[in-house]
Antibody
Framework: QVQLQESGPGLVKPSETLSLTCTVS????????WSWIRQPPGKGLEWIGY???????SYNPSLKSRVTISIDTSKNQFSLKLSSVTAADTAVYYC??????????WGQGTLVTVSS | QSALTQPPSASGSPGQSVTISCTGT?????????VSWYQQHPGKAPKLLIY???KRPSGVPDRFSGSMSGDTASLTVSGLQAEDEADYYC??????????FGTGTKVTVL
């Protein structure tokens, strides 16, 4: 059974960079696309971007200038960096596996609060 | 890239059916057979219910079904059960390697 686990700081100061890592267990990171998705408190889901195991990437156009997603296949991990954060970036951040065009396995989510 | 439009709420009594719509454009929902649906209970991660418009992953009850007409996709939950009370989201491929989610629908079992 594939499992995903997000990790990283739960509090980030405004204007700084949010950094999260997703660790994949129970299966290989190879052969799939891997996504980051976020959900502000009480609001809907927003796709942030994905990375293929080989390294190809796509980002949400609305976040593209601030997002970097990377992958480390040797550690079965992929990561998210979001720069110049503001309070609007406060959200639960999920990592998810994409076998094709849907998201089939999700992490439990991690709340990141942007506040000084 | 705008969020897909879903009704904010839907409801039905146990045993009844409820249908949730997901309206996009010809650039996303209507342009590809790549709509998926997710169920989210409070405080939990979303769960995949339907992919590629109407396919069910292993383990998802056949009470959940998906369809599409033009720029609108639909999720029908038949034989409503108490545990179906949750938020439901659609998602679609939007071209240029982008994806978009719907605004979400809260389903209440009366």
């Amino acid at each position: 059974q594939v499992q995903l686990q997000e990790s990283g700081p739960g509090l980030v100061k405004p204007s700084e960079t949010l950094s999260l890592t997703c660790t994949v267990s129970g299966g290989s990171i190879s052969g799939y696309y891997w996504s980051w998705i976020r959900q502000p408190p009480g609001k809907g889901l927003e796709w942030i971007g994905y990375i293929y195991y080989s390294g190809s990437i796509s980002y949400n156009p609305s976040l593209k200038s601030r997002v970097t997603i990377s992958i480390d296949t040797s550690k079965n991990q992929f990561s998210l960096k979001l720069s110049s954060v503001t309070a609007a970036d406060t959200a639960v951040y999920y990592c998810a596996r994409m076998p094709t065009t849907s998201f089939d396995y999700w992490g439990q989510g991690t709340l990141v609060t942007v506040s000084s | 890239q705008s969020a897909l439009t879903q009704p904010p709420s839907a409801s039905g009594s146990p045993g009844q059916s409820v249908t949730i719509s997901c309206t996009g454009t010809s650039s996303d929902v209507g342009g590809y057979n790549y709509v998926s649906w997710y169920q989210q209970h409070p405080g939990k991660a979303p769960k995949l219910l339907i992919y590629e418009v109407s396919k069910r992953p292993s383990g998802v009850p056949d009470r959940f079904s998906g369809s599409m007409s033009g720029d609108t996709a639909s999720l029908t939950v038949s034989g409503l059960q108490a545990e179906d009370e949750a938020d439901y989201y659609c998602s679609s491929y939007a071209g240029s390697n982008d994806y978009v989610f719907g605004t979400g629908t809260k389903v209440t079992v009366l």
